[in-house]
């Protein structure tokens, strides 16, 4: 069990391009280093996306929710951890964490991963790989990952935009970082700016491909609590489901 490495341990500092206007990662840059230790972490097991691509399979997320207490700033060197805990018939979980040079947590993460087949994208049993895997009873201080409630959607999308070339990832499927993107690119821009993302769930339900077209759709659940939906504009199929809490920032840029 020592020599499946239960943790994987990396100093990040975040570079200007993956930051905001406010000098903080951007949410979507966010998700982009957490995919990507987790196929680091995945490869150094022997089961990264070229393991998987030489047996026909790939590794999705279907869900992640991540608890924010606050952004980490541009220049700033953090700690990032990253480990798989116990899996079951059909997926895996993954927890993450964020370490500042303070030692304080300012990031928890969690998330759920399947394996499907290359050609009929079945999910594979996650016993058929138990024994690359030294999963950790730790869970990261957050939610764990759940179901987003659906909202209604309109009879005529609030905007139309195709799927283009850069939304594209390796397994030819728009990249999950990307729906990110969308959701809060749709926000008034005054509110993104003067506000600052405190909890995040994602539930992430099909696969958008190029060529597609969709549109988002955002119900208020409660005060700087929303709920957005990412969906075709052809037959309505949602692609992912986002639920954000926010705060009001102390100072404003």
């Known amino acids: 069990m020592e020599n499946k490495l239960p943790f994987l341990t990396e100093n990040i500092r975040i570079p200007s391009y993956l930051a905001d206007h406010k000098s903080q990662l951007r949410p979507d840059s966010l998700f982009m280093l957490l995919q990507e230790m987790s196929n680091r972490h995945a490869s150094l097991l022997g089961v990264g996306w070229h393991d998987l691509q030489k047996r026909g399979f790939f590794w999705v997320i279907t869900k992640m929710s ?15 951890r990253s480990w798989v805990r116990p899996s079951d018939t059909a997926t895996s979980p993954r927890d993450f964490e964020f370490e500042d040079s303070d030692g304080n947590i ?21 016993s058929d790989f138990d ?21 209604p959607l309109p009879e005529t999308p609030p905007f139309t935009k195709e799927v283009e070339l850069s939304d594209i990832d390796m397994n030819m499927h728009v990249n999950n970082t990307h729906y990110i993107q969308w959701a809060f690119n749709s926000m008034p821009e005054t509110y993104y700016r003067e ?10 339900l099909s696969q958008a491909r190029l060529g597609e077209s969709y549109s988002v759709q955002t119900e208020t659940v409660s005060t700087d609590e929303f709920i957005s939906t990412i969906y075709s504009n052809k037959d309505k199929k949602e692609f992912c489901r986002i639920h954000s809490k926010w705060t009001a920032d102390t100072e404003t840029i």
Do not use: Y
């Open 66 to 80: 991540l608890k924010i207490k606050r952004m980490p700033r541009w220049t700033e060197t953090v700690v990032l």
């Open 106 to 126: 300012i990031v928890s993460g969690s998330s759920v991963w399947a394996i499907l087949d290359t050609t009929s994208n079945r999910p594979q049993r996650m």
């Open 131 to 151: 024994s690359c895997f030294s999963p950790q009873q730790r869970q990261a201080d957050c939610e764990k990952p759940r179901k987003i409630r659906s909202i």
């Open 195 to 204: 506000h600052s993302l405190e909890e995040i769930s994602v539930n992430f």
